[in-house]
């Protein structure tokens, strides 16, 4: 693997997933692997979660990390072939890219949707062309349209979790007060459809992701109807694929007890960070069927496991 752009680069997911919790029970135990190499991290935006357990990772790996907030200390980026640089961008990518490619042996990067044009979003031009000018891996933590380390997190949460060998899994959509990005469930859908499971995905109407990415999963409109029986209730704001970037704060689709109720015992999950009592209730999200601090606790094995392969191709 050269670079980890998509859960599509994921060749064999149970396998993946086993090592992945073999690596849970004994983080260190290929602290050699990455003696002398150092990853570095850029982030064009916030993070706790992925930055922290990004790191950890690394160091369990015995690897030097570099961490860069190139959104508000890197120069500004151009990513047009042949422009004339005589507007606000000072540094162009093809130079960038290869800079770092020398301090570093893999980069990881986060770059968010802009939620302005959804050409331009989908076209991924910074991951993307990261992966062109770099010559060095490139590992996705979080870009436009996916969240890859999230959902490899998320398969690995739902089998240590998981009641029966083939649970019905539900992706709902949720009120939030701001328009986020399609990218976590984008992955997450990816995702559970290489899983054995039963996945029915609940939003409201005009909430559709990109049926590139959704395929034939069944969509239920009807939010307590999908909730019936499930086994892993999975929550997340996205904003509209179709009127592209409009978000809704329609409360009634937030995650409350009376929901959960509907479910087979359902254990709650959600990427965070999370807004309570607008997306999911206190009631549920401190209830004992929440695994959303176990779901953040299983990003650094994603990573490690992400971080190992790609050092032991290299
Ligand atoms: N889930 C997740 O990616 O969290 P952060 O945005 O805090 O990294």
New binding site residues.
């Given amino acids: 693997m050269n670079n980890y752009f998509s859960v599509h680069d994921i060749d064999a997911l149970t396998s993946w997933v086993e090592e992945a919790i073999d690596l849970k029970k004994n983080p260190l135990s290929h602290k050699e692997l990455g003696k002398d190499k150092t990853i570095g991290l850029l982030f064009f935006n916030?993070?706790?979660?992925?930055?922290l357990s990004t790191q950890k990772a690394a160091l369990n790996l015995g690897m030097n990390v570099m961490v860069m907030n190139f959104g508000g200390e890197g120069w500004s980026l151009e990513y047009g072939d042949g422009t004339i640089m005589d507007q606000g961008n000072s540094e162009h990518i093809k130079e960038a890219a290869q800079v770092v490619s020398q301090y570093c042996d893999i980069v990881a990067i986060?770059a968010f949707a802009k939620l302005e044009n959804r050409e331009e979003d989908y076209e991924e031009i910074v991951l993307k062309s990261f992966m062109e000018y770099a010559s060095v891996p490139i590992i996705n933590?979080?870009s436009a349209t996916g969240?890859p380390?999230?959902a490899l997190t998320d398969a690995i949460t739902i089998t240590e979790y998981k009641p029966i060998h083939k649970p019905k899994i539900v992706l709902s959509w949720a009120p939030h007060p701001k328009a986020l990005p399609q990218a976590?469930a984008n992955s997450f859908a990816e995702m559970v459809q290489k899983m054995d499971a039963e996945f029915v995905i609940t939003h409201p109407m005009g909430f559709e992701l990109a049926s590139q990415i959704t395929n034939e999963v069944p969509i239920e409109y009807d939010q307590g109807k999908a909730f019936e029986n499930a086994d892993f209730v999975y929550v997340k704001n996205w904003s509209s694929y179709k009127d592209y970037g409009s978000s809704s704060q329609d409360e009634n689709w937030r995650i409350t007890k009376d929901k959960m109720d509907l479910t087979n015992n359902a254990k709650f999950m959600h990427?965070?960070?999370v807004r309570r009592n607008v997306v999911v209730d206190d009631a549920v999200i401190d209830s004992e069927n929440s695994v959303v601090i176990e779901q953040?606790n299983n990003?650094t094995y994603a990573a490690q496991l992400v971080m190992k392969k790609i050092l032991e191709k290299s």
């Fill in positions: 916030p993070s706790l979660r992925t930055r986060r933590m979080e969240h380390l999230q976590v990427c965070l960070p953040a990003r």
